[in-house]
């Protein structure tokens, strides 16, 4: 008797079949091997794009760079269209070209100065001014670069060395960076000095001069870049050095007659 689909012979394997939950049946509870084979996880593959652009920049062959927000730019070779203006008004730009209507601005010519705010005050006359500096803000910055005795003689100098700007910077007391690298010295007089040293710089303060003449130091003064004046403004200079000396000489020679 050939076997019905849902009545299979004694030599095909047995099928079970889970029956109704409302009748158990403790055998259909058994755990059964599946026929089914088991499909197997495919892993997906990232999608990587490569920026020709940075490859060629970096010198890398062409597909070794990926695309990053730091090496986008334009392929190797491309050339972007520039943009068409005054070519009519559905081009985007033909009209005006972008410039307005009307102003100032829209004209042709220089337009208006760098800092100009139409009329108003500018920025640069409402920002707050300093005060307290007479002769402006020039007057306010520094002149030399000051060093005191007691840094002096913190520094470890010995009998005879001379102290001088070259000499500073190699002890480490000071390290001027900017502007202050073009400034010349100055010594301040707060606190002491116990040895005896060569001094050059371009100015000494008066406390510091007297406590290092008091210590039997040695004081030069370096001259200053001389300040340039007009041919003319200097030959009057001149001319009123000779006459004050003149009267000078004849204060000094009226004052020593009569005592004669």
Known sequence: MAASPLF???????????????????????????????LKTTT???????????AAAAGAPVGSVRFRLDNLGPQPG????????????????????????????????PGVRPGFEGGQMPLYRRIP???????????????????????????????????SLESLKVKGLINPSGRERKLPLKIL????LKV???????????????????????????PGRKKWVKPSVAKNIARADEYFAKKRAAAAAAAESPSA
Request: glycine share 14%; proline share 5%.
């Open 189 to 192: 007089g707060d606190g002491e």
């Open 129 to 163: 001014k300093l005060k307290g500096i007479a002769g402006g803000m020039r007057k306010g910055l520094p002149k030399y670069v000051p060093v005191n005795l007691k840094d002096i003689e913190d520094a470890g100098f010995q009998d005879g060395e001379e102290v």
């Open 78 to 109: 491309s050339r972007k269209k520039g943009k068409r203006k005054g070519r009519g008004i559905a081009a985007g730009q033909g009209n005006s070209c972008g410039f307005g209507m009307r102003g100032q601005k829209s004209r042709s010519g």
């Open 8 to 38: 299979l012979s004694s030599s095909s394997p047995a099928l079970r079949f889970p029956s109704s939950p409302f009748k158990g049946n403790v055998s259909s509870l058994r755990p059964s091997s599946c026929s089914i084979p088991s």
């Open 44 to 54: 997906k593959r990232q999608l990587v794009v490569m920026n020709k652009a940075a």
């Open 196 to 222: 005896k040293l060569s001094f050059k710089a371009r100015a000494f303060s008066a406390a510091a001069k007297e406590k290092l003449e008091a210590a039997g130091c040695s004081l030069t003064v370096l």
